[in-house]
T-cell receptor, first 114, second 108 residues
Framework: EPEVTQTPSHQVTQMGQEVILRCVPI?????FYWYRQILGQKVEFLVS????????KSEIFDDQFSVERPDGSNFTLKIRSTKLEDSAMYFC????????????FGPGTRLTVT | DAKTTQPNSMESNEEEPVHLPCNHS???????IHWYRQLPSQGPEYVIH???SNVNNRMASLAIAEDRKSSTLILHRATLRDAAVYYC?????????FGQGTRLTINP
């Protein structure tokens, strides 16, 4: 069964450093998402991406964040200058197309900022 | 975003049915009712969704009240693997807005 994959599974970085989290969505999906979950808290929406542009973003997704689909398979989340409060699990998700289709989530990347 | 209310936690026994309730009194006519679950240390996983009619799939059933102000996720025969946080989410086709969900514990 196709699945969303994410790398790395765990990333440790120092405050102020740039990180790139990588995702490979399911191949025929058209909509892509990033969510995050701070330890012990709710899953929070960050950004949605369709047709090579951001379709919606949350207040969390400020200028320090960016997303890109550099080729036909990868979908990346970049944090330019990490802060301690960026420590969280980051989940990528993808969806086939229009309509209330289910979102398929990856296993997540645990980001630890020291 | 329309709000949902779920119990913080529920407990059930293995091989028994589980009924997980969700109230959504402010649901709009175009809102679908989605259920996801999150197993420990994993990403959220789609369970089921519906609009007006009851729905069944291999994982669960979704019973939707006639006025659509509440719904119930039914796990017909719970296993230990069903221990997870279950989220009831309203919306259309775009972002998912997660609440705190219901933490389901399954006793062997």
């Amino acid at each position: 069964e196709p699945e969303v994959t994410q790398t790395p599974s765990h990333q440790v970085t120092q405050m102020g450093q740039e990180v790139i989290l990588r995702c490979v969505p399911i191949s025929n999906h058209l909509y892509f998402y990033w969510y995050r979950q701070i330890l012990g808290q709710k899953v929070e929406f960050l950004v949605s991406f369709y047709n090579n542009e951001i379709s919606e973003k949350s207040e969390i997704f400020d200028d320090q964040f960016s997303v890109e689909r550099p080729d036909g398979s990868n979908f990346t989340l970049k944090i330019r200058s990490t802060k301690l409060e960026d420590s969280a699990m980051y989940f990528c998700a993808s969806r086939p197309g229009d309509g209330p289709y289910e979102q398929y989530f990856g296993p997540g990347t645990r980001l630890t900022v020291t | 975003d329309a709000k949902t209310t779920q119990p913080n936690s529920m407990e059930s026994n293995e091989e028994e049915p589980v009924h997980l309730p969700c109230n959504h009194s402010t649901i709009s006519g175009t809102d679908y009712i989605h259920w996801y679950r999150q197993l420990p240390s994993q990403g959220p996983e789609y369970v089921i969704h519906g609009l007006t009619s009851n729905v069944n799939n291999r994982m669960a059933s979704l019973a939707i009240a006639e006025d659509r102000k509440s719904s119930t996720l039914i796990l017909h025969r719970a296993t230990l693997r069903d221990a997870a946080v279950y989220y009831c989410i309203l919306g259309g086709a775009q972002k998912l807005v997660f609440g705190q969900g219901t933490r389901l514990t399954i006793n062997p």
